[in-house]
Every structure is written in structure tokens, then in C-alpha cells.
């Protein structure tokens, strides 16, 4: 049995990055693409005291960082980015927010920082070119 699972470990690899990615892209993605939503969410970073400027880089890490995971491309630097982000958003919001909020946000982080210690796995384009 467990030689059998060991063999699906870079199905559950990809199968995490994916899970992770797509939430993260979409997620990113309402802070990036529709008109103002970026200078919106940058504004609502500034309400938590926290400077404008790290608005956009928290939506872009969120974006980006969400696609290069889905790809499994540079994948150790976008879980960092996206668990740091995870991290300051856990402090900044989810503990004000109750279980509800920060449960999702601390799993994202923990899937994040998984990754960063276990790379992309087999099935990904970090693999494919040499760097995981």
C-alpha cells in the first residue's frame, strides 16, 4: 500500500499546487483585472495601516503568484510570496474576522509553505527545466 502511494506523489503534488493556484488566481484576479479594482483594494490596504504601495503587491502576488503555481514554474518563490502574503493577511484581517475566515487563510498559508519545502513535484514545468 504504500509503495502504491508513493507513486501518486506527484499527482498529490500537482494536485496541491493546482488547488492552491487556482484559489490564489482567482482571488487575485477580482483585486487585478476589473477596472479600478486594483486602486480599490490598494485603498482598503491603507485602511489596515499598512502602506498604498503594498496593496498592489499583495493583489499581484495573489494573481501572478497563483498562476506560476498552477504552471508549477518558479514554484518555490511563488508559494514563499504567497504564504508571506497569507501570513500578513492572517494578522491583518483573518484574526479579526473569526474561524471562518482565518481556518481558509491558515490553510492557504500552510499549503504555501508545504510547497516551498517539497517544490513542485514531478508534474510541473520547474521539473521540466531543470530549476526545482
Known sequence: M???????????????RLTLGLSMSVHGYEKVIPHGALKDFAHYIVTLHMPYWLGYVSAWTEFAGGILLILG?????AAFMVAFNMFVAFFAVGIHQGFGIYNYILALAAIATMLIFCGSGALSLDRRFGIS
Do not use: D, E, H, M
Open 2 to 16: 504504500i509503495r502504491f502511494l508513493n507513486k501518486l506523489q506527484p499527482w498529490g503534488a500537482l494536485l496541491i
Open 73 to 77: 514554474l518558479l514554484t518555490r518563490f
